[in-house]
């Protein structure tokens, strides 16, 4: 990490020295690359006793696999990674989820905190709506199996998505949440962050702004070291939060369909500028646990 | 066609052999190739090879829409090869057309044979390739378009395809026609490659050959591959601004 990639090839002349200090060696599909007696990992192949590269990115020989970090790429989900996900289709006993990955995952009512009957589900939930839920379990089919059930999951109502790549998602919480701490305590906003790309923003229109402008620099300069210093630097340069008037709630268009019907009474004091910082390694949820305003 | 129908077959190769834009027999037409040249898709490329310009989308994998044509063990292909109206002299009726289903259904097929699609059960990888410019080739610009989107949006597959069409000219065997020497000469074969496996994934031809200008048109074809292949790498390489090598080789104009 942090270092420049050499020369394409360079890592194959290198002897079998353990990985970290290891420059990056950047692969193309179809390109041959050393196993080291590792196994294949992500993003390699086998042919005979070749091995090649299927994706690009950067080749990484790390006990036990040798594997490709990819450029790119839909979001993989990976179990219990906390992920946001955007309502696509209400059905019978469960919801269809957008979360970016290569397929919908199903959100079991049994996932969450609600009971509603046979066709009752779109009294909680509807299609736009966003959602903070954790990956439960993944089949060999393929099927990605997810709950709202957890520390900080549920609905995410008011406030606003971005989304960066997956790969970036480590560098937008930082060491420690150390990145994600400045964000939110700069501009004044609260952010969950999902492992899938999405982030949702909630706060003053301007603060999500600002947010937003750092997540692109993340995104685009990621990789160099020194970036929370840079981040902050930006924050802080283009200028202190102002939290002095009243919050426009609908100056920040919600990413979904329709005015909340929950929100009333839910949100906590979104003007309150002395409110503690959510804390940043845990994405943070508004809206109440378990039998929320929703059960009216 | 329009147009040129109505003149003087032109002299396709001169006494130099040089070819009717001043090209060797067995010299590309200039190429380059921009990839990611879309943000909204998941990768993408834009391909300017001679006076063709096509630009490929990829998206997926992704749901499957029609659900029925999901497929349980592996994605499907989606691809839809599109010519704008613009694209031709004469004004092309938009839509698809059954030489533009076919060439769909063809270059689907060619990244059938590399892509691992099954990794992916149940999803849809589709790619849209957009023909803006034509001047013969156009099949072969939209897959190397598509090749380079695919990796640009991260799809597993075991190597780039590289695309190009040989033809016979005025008698002799040439490589990457334009369109002068496309409707005026005796044969056009497209083909494209899997450079690393050496495997053919399309091949068609139109018009005739003996068996020895076949056996020559595909070696020219092959190497033809490679050296777009060579420019397909240094494209991807340049979209994460590492630094491309050595120069083309004396394909570039």
């Known amino acids: ?296 | 066609m329009g147009s040129v129908g109505a003149k003087e077959i032109p002299e396709l190769l001169n006494a130099e052999g040089r070819r009717i834009d001043g090209r060797r027999l067995d010299e590309l037409r200039p190429i380059s190739m921009k990839v990611g040249a879309l943000t909204r898709a998941d990768g993408s490329a834009f391909v300017e090879w001679g006076e063709n310009k096509v630009m490929a989308a990829v998206y997926g994998p992704r749901e499957v829409h029609p659900r029925h044509l999901m497929q349980t063990s592996k994605a499907i292909i989606q691809c839809r090869y599109n010519m704008a109206a613009f694209s031709v002299d004469e004004r092309k009726r938009p839509g698809q057309d059954r030489r533009s289903q076919e060439i769909s259904k063809v270059i689907t097929e060619a990244f059938e044979s590399v892509v691992f699609t099954e990794e992916f059960p149940k999803t849809s990888i589709d790619i849209y390739i957009e023909v803006l410019q034509a001047n013969a080739g156009t099949r072969c610009a939209g897959l190397i378009a598509a090749s380079l989107a695919l990796a640009d949006a991260g799809i597993p597959m075991a190597d780039l395809v590289a695309s190009v069409a040989v033809g016979k000219v005025a008698g002799r065997i040439a490589l990457d026609l334009k369109k002068e020497e496309d409707n005026f000469g005796e044969a056009d074969m497209p083909l494209a490659l899997v450079p690393q496996s050496g495997r053919l994934v399309l091949i068609q031809m139109e018009g005739h050959m003996t068996r020895d200008e076949l056996r020559e048109a595909l070696d020219l074809g092959t190497k033809g591959c490679r050296d777009i292949y060579e420019r397909m790498r240094q494209a991807l390489r340049a979209r994460y601004d590492v630094p491309a090598g050595a120069p083309a080789q004396g394909v570039m104009a």
């Open chain 1, 1 to 296: 990490m942090g270092n420049d990639q050499g020369p394409r090839h360079r890592g194959r002349d290198r002897g079998g020295k353990p990985p970290h200090s290891e420059p990056k060696v950047l692969v193309l599909p179809g390109d041959e690359i050393p196993d080291r007696g590792l196994q294949p990992g992500f993003g390699t192949y086998r042919v005979g006793k070749r091995l090649f590269a299927s994706v690009m990115g950067y080749a990484t020989w790390r006990e036990p696999f040798v594997r490709i970090v990819p450029f790119a790429g839909r979001y993989v989900p990976k179990p219990h990674d906390v992920i946001v996900g955007v309502v696509q289709d209400v059905q019978k006993t469960f919801y269809l989820l957008d979360i970016d990955a290569s397929r919908w995952a199903p959100l079991h009512t049994s996932g969450t905190p609600w009971e509603p009957g046979p066709g009752e589900l779109d009294q909680y939930l509807r299609i736009g709506d966003a959602v903070l839920v954790a990956v439960e379990n993944l089949d060999a089919t393929g099927k990605i199996g997810v709950t709202m059930k957890g520390e900080d999951l549920g609905k995410l109502s008011g406030g606003t998505l971005v989304t960066i790549s997956p790969a970036k998602i480590p560098r937008v919480i930082g060491k420690g949440g150390s990145m994600i701490h400045t964000i939110t305590r700069l501009t004044g906003t609260r952010v969950a962050v999902g492992q899938n790309g999405r982030i949702w923003v909630e706060g003053p229109a301007e603060g999500i702004h600002r947010v937003r402008e750092c997540l692109r620099i993340i995104e685009e300069e990621g990789q160099r070291p020194g970036l929370t210093e840079r981040i902050e630097g930006f924050l802080q340069m283009t200028g202190p939060t102002d939290e002095t008037g009243p919050r426009d709630p609908s100056s920040e268009p919600v990413d979904r369909t329709r005015p909340d019907r929950f929100d009333e009474g839910s949100s906590p004091s979104d003007d309150d500028p002395g409110r503690a910082p959510p804390r940043p390694d845990i994405p943070q949820n508004e809206t109440n646990e378990g039998e929320g305003p929703w059960e009216a």
